[in-house]
């Protein structure tokens, strides 16, 4: 929020609309109600004030940051620099914004990125990236997936909103602390779940629309987001035919090992069991490890090599019981990977894994010493998998 120079206007961003999805700006002279100048689903941020002006940045589904400034009496946008200036002449899939409930009645929302060229008489591959999608659509949270990449490549691109906590729908006002609220969502599998939901339902909602072959649709995250993944593999197995992580799993042991003491403190707090007590039916619901069974779907693992650690359990089982998956770890890199070159690499590597595991097509210009033989072989023997 920000005071006008002399004091007697405030003006304030809020979130409102289906799911917070919609971004609006306020001005208020105390007087009277506070009115509305501009309304959103773009991505308006780093506000400063500028006499009575507002200098901010904004980024929209297909258009990368620049540095605007609004009108705060009319509420119209000036572009004063654009760092991308030949962005816009670049020819790019359609967006389209859905939305839909979960199960527990959150309001949820994605965005559908659909490629240029179609096939006219087939269905379409579908992945899904996450976890937020305000704002322009470059790679997800991470920035690994690449979104009009992946539709210039012929896929259908899901970019999935992670719909408000759990706790949200508490309305009883018993929910006063935040660690309440962690308590909440994380008895039961509370908040996975609800997220599990919003998953299905929109996935649901774009295979509604008849051109998504159900047989090819593949799953991307970070962080969070790996945690959507994961309990999406364990509790709809078979729904997805390829997977692509940027963190390890959670596991038993290596959560509360490597992820250091102090996550483990907090993770025990929330309701994990303390490693001393028996994990067998918490981890029913989510581990690789007790649902090895269920799993039969390629992996790609690339991580980074502060925290390779914690992916460790989940490859070792998954490796054990010859099941399709390749670990890459990345060096000096954190929990968000942020070298140029290592960027790159998981761009190019997200799309041939896709392509290859999706639509079965190898990319020719590739030299023989290429990870296709590799992959060859993890279809054959995932094949054999019963």
């Known amino acids: 929020m920000w005071w006008t120079g ?68 009319t ?28 199960d527990v009645g959150i309001e949820s929302f994605g965005d559908l990125v659909l490629p240029r060229n179609r096939p006219r008489n087939g269905k379409m591959p579908l992945i899904v990236v996450q976890y937020l999608t305000r704002g322009f659509l470059r790679g997800g949270v991470g920035d690994e997936y690449p979104i009009f990449p992946f539709a210039e490549q012929g896929f259908a691109v899901l970019s999935l909103q992670r719909p408000a906590d759990y706790y949200t729908t508490v309305k009883d006002g018993s929910v006063r602390t935040a660690l309440e609220a962690q308590v909440l969502n994380q008895r039961n599998w509370n908040d996975r779940r609800s997220v599990q939901s919003a ?9 509604s629309r008849g051109n998504i072959d159900t047989k090819r649709i593949g799953i991307t995250g970070l962080s969070d987001g790996v945690s959507t993944v994961q309990f999406a593999l364990v509790n709809s197995p078979g729904l997805f035919a390829a997977a ?35 994990q067998t039916e918490f981890w029913l619901n989510t581990s690789i490890e007790r649902n090895i069974d269920k799993i039969n779907l390629p992996i790609l693992m690339q991580v980074s090599d502060n925290e390779y650690l914690m992916a460790m359990e989940s490859y070792g089982i998954l490796k054990a019981y010859n099941r399709p998956t390749e670990l890459y770890v990345f060096p000096n890199e954190n929990h968000i990977k942020n070298g140029p070159a290592h960027r790159l690499a998981i761009y190019a590597r997200n799309i041939h894994w896709f392509k290859f595991w999706l639509e079965r097509e190898e990319d020719a210009s590739i030299q023989k010493s290429s990870p296709y033989e590799r992959w060859d072989s993890l279809a054959s023997r995932k094949d054999k998998v019963p």
């Open 199 to 207: 998953l299905i339902k929109g996935i649901e909602l774009v295979v």
């Open 6 to 73: 002399n004091g007697q206007r405030l003006l304030f961003l809020r979130r409102a609309g289906w799911g917070n999805s919609e971004l609006q700006l306020y001005s208020w002279d105390t007087r009277s109600a506070p009115a509305i100048i501009l309304k959103t689903h773009d991505l308006i941020t780093g506000c400063q004030l500028a006499s009575t002006t507002l200098i901010c940045l904004h980024e929209a589904s297909s258009q990368p940051r620049r540095i605007v400034q609004i009108n705060t009496d």
């Open 75 to 102: 509420g119209v946008l000036t572009t004063l620099f654009d760092p991308n200036p030949s962005f816009h002449k670049l020819r790019k899939g359609s967006v389209e914004r859905l939305h839909w409930t979960n």
């Open 244 to 278: 692509s992580i940027s963190t390890g799993f959670q596991e038993p042991k290596s959560t509360q090992i490597y992820g250091g003491s102090a996550w483990a403190k907090q993770l025990v707090a929330m309701g994990y069991p303390p490693l001393n007590e028996d």
